[in-house]
């Protein structure tokens, strides 16, 4: 596993898993952004669609995809230096009402008109500030474990904290360290 610099400034990083040809942020925003993919996707999750969020249209689910995708991208690839990424990004575990050593968050759209955004983005909090992307899903259940595709999220995030803690990375100044050492 690798990390990719996504903002200039070290503040966002995406894992590039091993055989993968791009990093996790750039395949899921290819993934949200591919009209065949997410035909597919929703009619493999139909009854998700229609019992959670009352839609039974899939053009309707695809083009608030498209949509909500277009806004996510824009709020990831346009962060400005002044941004706060800790307004974008939130804990995973709703209950978290504190911070813990490289804890799991998510970003999603807020404010979304009709119905609440499915899209996640899910990442590693190494510091205030700072994070590494690990992946993301669309979530049309209450809890992540219900679906394979976002149990599957569950466990990436898993891997890279477990790999980021056998490097004894516990933070962004052992991060910044472990980049330097691979050069």
Do not use: C
């Amino acid at each position: 596993m690798t990390f990719d610099n996504i903002t200039e400034d070290g503040r966002l990083w995406a894992v590039r898993y091993d055989g993968e040809v791009d990093n996790a942020l750039y395949i899921i925003l290819d993934r949200w952004n591919d009209v065949r993919w997410l035909r597919t996707f929703f009619k493999n999750n139909f009854n998700d669609l229609v019992s959670h969020f009352k839609i039974t249209d899939i053009n309707q689910a695809i083009n608030d995809t498209l949509d909500d995708a277009e806004r996510l991208q824009y709020l990831i690839m346009d962060i400005s230096s002044e941004a706060d990424l800790d307004e974008l990004f939130r804990h995973l575990e709703p209950s978290r009402m504190k911070e813990v050593l490289l804890g799991k968050e998510k970003a999603k759209i807020k404010n979304r008109r009709q119905h609440a955004s499915w899209l996640r983005i899910y990442a590693i909090k190494l510091s205030q500030g700072i994070y590494i992307i690990t992946g993301g899903a669309i979530k049309l259940t209450a809890a992540m474990q219900e679906r394979q595709h976002t149990l599957e999220e569950l466990t990436k995030m898993e891997m890279v904290r477990n790999f980021l803690l056998d490097e004894s990375i516990v933070d962004s100044d052992g991060f910044e360290d472990y980049l330097r050492e691979l050069k």
